[in-house]
């Protein structure tokens, strides 16, 4: 049987909280870095005369639901322009799953 010193236990129980202190952090600022950006991108749609959602919620054809981060909508009385965007506060380059993830919910939202 291993006998484990207190004091090697208390380290890396020691250890473990502090990472996951430090996980939690970094999760928490990736998350307002994020809405951080969906902010910011949706008050670019504002002033430029969009009508806009956060986080929405829509039902494609396939009747599959797909949140979007912002959505902006503007009409000139004869077509409706709707932007969608999948907002990304990433310090590297977006992987090519999640570009086909984005393809795949626009077509499945379809024209309006």
């Not at 910011?40 to 504002?46: D, V």
């Amino acid at each position: 049987m291993i006998k484990l010193n207190s004091w090697l236990v208390y380290i890396v129980f020691l250890i473990i909280a502090l990472f996951r202190e430090y996980f939690n952090e970094g999760l928490r600022w990736m998350l307002e870095k994020g809405q951080e950006l969906e902010r910011k991108i949706e008050s670019f749609f504002q002033l430029n005369g969009y009508k806009t959602q956060r986080n929405v919620v829509l039902e494609g054809r396939s009747g599959g639901k797909h949140e979007i981060d912002v959505l902006a909508e503007k009409s000139d009385g004869i077509t409706t322009f709707r932007v969608m965007v999948e907002c990304k506060a990433w310090n590297k380059p977006i992987e090519k799953d999640v570009v086909s993830k984005v393809s795949y919910v626009v077509r499945d939202l379809g024209p309006k």
